[in-house]
């Protein structure tokens, strides 16, 4: 691989797609919860955290799930190689219609099935606006690190993380072994550019199992201040919205966040100050515990606990689909 063709620091996630029933639910979860802006039509509603016109999209439908995530790529030729690769693994890529690109916030993208059927799509220009954000929270932080992460329960990790090595030409930060609600598990994390990581993959040791219902765990958004967080913990708290973790701090980013159920059963992750990779020397290590403290669980129940056992267990009779031509 020459070092044009080597596409890290790139691409950066540019937006997320949701479907949910629970319009209204979202609107008030969003916007008095989280503290993002909001606005709403009659089949979908579209939160904004910068200047992008999109950032989460919420369209009318049944899946209660996320169903795409567009990246965002520095130009064409970036996208250029990256249909070339995609072509050379004859992975099928089809455009999105001008409709689909205006619900998105993009001038046009490109869609094809990536890892447990969830739609990757990839663009190089998003529609940005200057009308003013109207939010409970200061500011977040994107820009050339993208708008956040996304992390996705798998029980075919190496594939998973094939597909974002092979393609996107993501890099290893770290991994962390814990041992939670006495299951063992393990986390790896891929950074696209500076961001600690855009993708981690959650895994079970020994017998691969999935107790989510949902394609990811949890999107991250990254506040602007320290009291973004805390207004809004106390802010989901008070409206009454299940806390999945309470404050807390991770050993590997050092990100300070609380993780929140939304309507539609993901958790989205409220974060601030996560560290910024140097590539010069960056070596990857492997943590022992998913918090240097706090993210006390604070839903737990034993009718959730069956329900991801139950989960897990119907798991093993279907397989996950995979993305076929990839390599590490």
């Known amino acids: 691989m020459t070092k ?167 890099r290893l930060s770290d991994e962390i072994e814990d041992r939670i609600d006495g299951v063992n598990l393990e986390f790896s994390f891929l950074r696209l550019n500076e961001r600690h990581h855009t993708i981690a993959t959650a895994a079970t040791r020994g017998l691969r199992l999935n107790p989510l219902r949902t394609r990811v765990h949890h999107v991250n958004i990254q506040a602007a201040s320290l009291e973004d967080v805390t207004q809004g913990y106390l802010r989901c708290k008070a409206l009454g919205y299940s806390m999945a973790n309470g404050i807390g701090q991770h050993p590997n980013d050092k990100e300070l966040s609380f993780y929140v159920v939304s309507p539609s059963g993901f958790e989205m992750e409220l974060g601030w100050n996560p560290i910024a990779v140097r590539e010069e020397n960056w070596t990857p290590k492997v943590y022992r515990g998913i918090s240097l403290w706090g993210h006390r669980p604070e839903n737990l129940t034993l009718g959730n606990r069956l329900g991801r056992f139950k989960q897990g267990l119907s798991s093993l009779g279907q397989s996950e689909f995979t993305v076929q031509g990839v390599q590490a």
């Open 4 to 170: 044009t063709d080597d596409l890290f620091g790139r691409i950066r996630m540019g937006y997320l797609l949701a479907e949910s029933m629970r319009l209204g639910e979202w609107e008030t979860f969003a916007r008095d919860g989280l503290g993002v802006h909001v606005d709403r039509t009659a089949d979908a509603i579209n939160l904004r955290i910068d200047d992008h016109l999109s950032r989460i999209i919420v369209r009318k439908g049944p899946a209660e799930d996320v169903m795409a995530i567009g990246w965002e790529v520095d130009d064409l030729t970036t996208l250029e190689i990256l249909l070339e690769r995609l072509a050379l693994r004859q992975i099928n890529v089809t455009q999105g219609t001008s409709q689909e690109a205006a619900l998105r916030g993009v001038t046009q993208f490109w869609r094809l099935v990536g890892p447990k059927r969830m739609d990757i799509e990839l663009y190089v220009s998003a529609i940005r606006t200057h009308a003013p954000l109207e939010m409970r929270a200061s500011g977040f932080v994107t820009g050339a690190a993208g708008m956040g992460h996304v992390a996705i329960t798998t029980r075919e990790p190496q594939a998973m993380q094939a597909f974002w090595q092979d393609i996107f030409d993501a």
